[in-house]
């Protein structure tokens, strides 16, 4: 496929997984539990299907609302007086087939029931 020459009409991947973590900086404590719980509040109101682990959080959707809902996260935050965050975000999209992050966990978690 050709690059079209107007790249307003290039569509972003239907479907994505993304794990991110969002790290404030020059918060009073070494502690951002709360701005963590505050982002989960967020993800639950998003729709999404999402799911915190304890470096962050794994989130799916169409890339452009994963895109969104982690901009949003930026934007709670910086509203609630963080002034600086910065985001390490992983991101997947696969076109061959439909496969959600718990699916992934599923199939390595059979292998390994075959252990002994």
Known sequence: M?????????PTPPACTADFCLIPLGTPTASVSKEVAQV???LKRSGLNYSMHSAGTTVEGSWDDVMRVIGQCHAMLHQNGVVRIQSDIRVGSR???KQGFKDKVETV???LGGDA
Not at 2 to 10: F, V
């Open 40 to 42: 989960q509040r967020l």
């Open 95 to 97: 076109t061959d087939k």
């Open 2 to 10: 050709s690059l079209p020459e107007d790249l307003t009409t290039l």
């Open 109 to 111: 978690e059979k292998l």
